[in-house]
C-alpha cells in the first residue's frame, strides 16, 4: 500500500510533473502534434471540384428538408466529386467503399443508392451480381450538350 501512495502522491518518481508512462516529460511540453492518432496519415488536396448550384440551392434543401435522407445527399456528394475527378466517367464503388468513404454505415449507404436511382439522380451497372457496381451521375438539370 505504501507504493500505491508514494506513486499517487508523486513522490516516487522524484516529481509530481513527472509521468510514468512518459518518462521525464512534464505536461505542457509536448508537441500538440504529439497528440494527432496519424498525423503522416492526413491527406493534402490539391483540387478543387466545381459542383453545380442546383446540386447546393435545390438538391441539398430537397434531398434533406423534402426527403429526410441527409445520407443520400452525402453519397451524391460522394459520387459527384469522385466523377468530377475521373472526367465524369463511371465510379466503380461497391456499398463498403461508399461507407468507408463517406462515415456511414453500410445499410444508410445501401438505402441511400436506392433512393438516388428512384429518384433517377444515379445509374447503376454491374456485369453481374457479384461484380463491383459501377454508378453514373445523372445530372438530368443540364442540357445533354453539357453532360458530355
Known sequence: MGDLQAVHNGSRFGSKNR???I???KPNSLFPSAFLLHPSHVPRF???VPI???VLDVLMRDLIGHDQKPAAFM???HLYGEAARNKWRNISASVRTIADATGLSKSAVHTALTHLRRRQLIAT???HVTARPRHRILRHWRARSQQL
Open 125 to 127: 451497372t454491374a456485369d
Open 75 to 77: 453519397v451524391y456528394l
Open 23 to 25: 518518462g521525464i516529460a
Open 19 to 21: 509521468c510514468p508512462f
Open 46 to 48: 490539391k483540387r478543387t
Open 52 to 54: 453545380d448550384d442546383y
